[in-house]
Nanobody
């Protein structure tokens, strides 16, 4: 079992930055592929970024590429999402997720078997 707890969300002006953190419990965190998803009101949850178990590969949605950076610190059981040049359309609840079964980064929700409770990010114009 893995428990995920996100933090770092908040209100920021357009053009600003935020860093989200996801703290994981459990000894096997370092073996999991991790992802960040987001869900805006009235929209489906969508993939934002993913990182392999050892951090040697990352993936991004086209909408965030070049502005967001995902990273992890396995010694601290934590994955991060650095978000720069934020836009109002980035406003959403951001969820951290863990894939315990596969090494490749998945962009689909069903591949992830552990989820955090989410943290709200609001970007004002």
């Amino acid at each position: 079992q893995v428990q995920l707890v996100e933090s770092g969300g908040g209100l920021v002006q357009a053009g600003g930055s935020l860093r989200l953190s996801c703290a994981a419990s459990g000894r096997t965190f370092s073996a999991y592929t991790m992802g960040w998803f987001r869900q805006a009101p009235g929209k489906e949850r969508e993939f934002a970024a993913g990182i392999t178990w050892n951090g040697d590969s990352t993936a991004y949605a086209d909408s965030v590429k070049g502005r967001f950076t995902i990273s992890r610190d396995n010694a601290k059981n934590t994955v991060y999402l650095q978000m720069n040049s934020l836009k109002p359309e980035d406003s959403a609840v951001y969820y951290c997720a863990a894939d315990s079964n596969f090494r490749a980064i998945a962009r689909t929700i069903k591949r992830y078997d552990y989820w955090g409770q989410g943290t709200q990010v609001t970007v004002s114009s």
